[in-house]
């Protein structure tokens, strides 16, 4: 069973972005880059799973600029065979990145693919659900437990106020949620022998696609700054304060 993995080279989670100052988007430049924490969860569920296994081949796949080939040997290092950068310096959206994905299934026949339930970047939790669309495939988003069987994967999801388990009939898509696992860290071993293993690069015209954004982006802006709290003295200040200036009670 060949699982397929998506991971997206994002801004590092720990880096507080600026919005450029003519608005078009945030700063970029010199910035810490990693792969999207989702996408890490994804790469260790496929890993574990071959290691139990399960599954016998792991694939990482990104699309993007050359760059890209940094996060998918971090794939690597976590235990993913081999990889295939689809290279392009393009505004590469959702829609465009699940054609991709969809010409490179066509190819490889995974089982199963296992995308992160959104990139931390742009937040469009979109890739993974139009992918099993363009597919025709089932699809499990936002998944905190993986089985596979035969022909079946049940998944238990994270939905508003608990879990819902579901049977999908495979080959499908699922969609990691925060705590579906923990990902190891790669050993020094492991980063070394990553450097080693296959990684193959396409362009989207190899695929037969067209990337061209169909979405513009008129404005990015930062949030309204917060203003500074009060301390009250006790309790019923509180309820005066909450009802006479908030009037939210
Ligand atoms: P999004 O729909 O942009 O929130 O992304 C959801 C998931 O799709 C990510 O967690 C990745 O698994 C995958 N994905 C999105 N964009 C890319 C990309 N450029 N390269 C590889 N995988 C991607």
Not at 91 to 112: I, S
Not at 171 to 200: F, G
Not at 221 to 227: N, Y
């Amino acid at each position: 069973m060949k699982i397929l993995v998506p991971v997206k080279r994002v801004v590092d989670y720990n880096v507080k972005v600026r919005v450029k100052a003519d608005g078009t988007g945030v700063d970029i430049a010199n910035v810490k880059m990693s792969m999207n924490p989702f996408d890490e969860i994804a790469v260790e569920e496929a890993v574990r799973l071959k290691e139990a296994g399960v599954a016998t081949e792991v694939v990482a796949v990104s699309c993007g600029v050359a760059a890209c080939q940094e996060t998918i040997r971090a794939a690597m290092a976590i235990g993913a065979d081999r990889g295939i950068l689809v290279e392009s310096d393009a505004d590469l959206q959702p829609l465009a990145v699940a054609k991709l994905l969809k010409a490179l299934c066509d190819k490889e026949q995974p089982t199963v693919v296992i995308c992160g339930k959104q990139a931390i970047d742009d937040d469009s939790n979109q890739t993974g659900q139009m992918l099993a669309a363009l597919m025709g495939w089932p699809q499990a988003t936002f998944a905190s437990k993986v089985q596979l069987g035969e022909g079946v994967a049940t998944v238990m999801r994270e939905i508003d106020g608990g879990l819902e388990t579901v049977e999908i009939k495979l080959p499908a898509v699922v969609t990691t949620d925060l705590r579906l696992n923990e990902p190891r860290y790669a050993t020094l071993p492991n980063i070394m022998k990553a450097k080693k293993k296959p990684l193959d690069t396409v362009k989207p015209a190899d695929l037969g696609v067209d990337v061209a954004p169909r979405l513009a982006t008129l404005k990015v802006a930062e949030p309204p700054k917060r203003s500074a709290g009060v301390r009250v003295a006790d309790v019923a200040q509180l309820v005066d304060k909450l009802k006479n200036e908030a009037k939210v009670i």
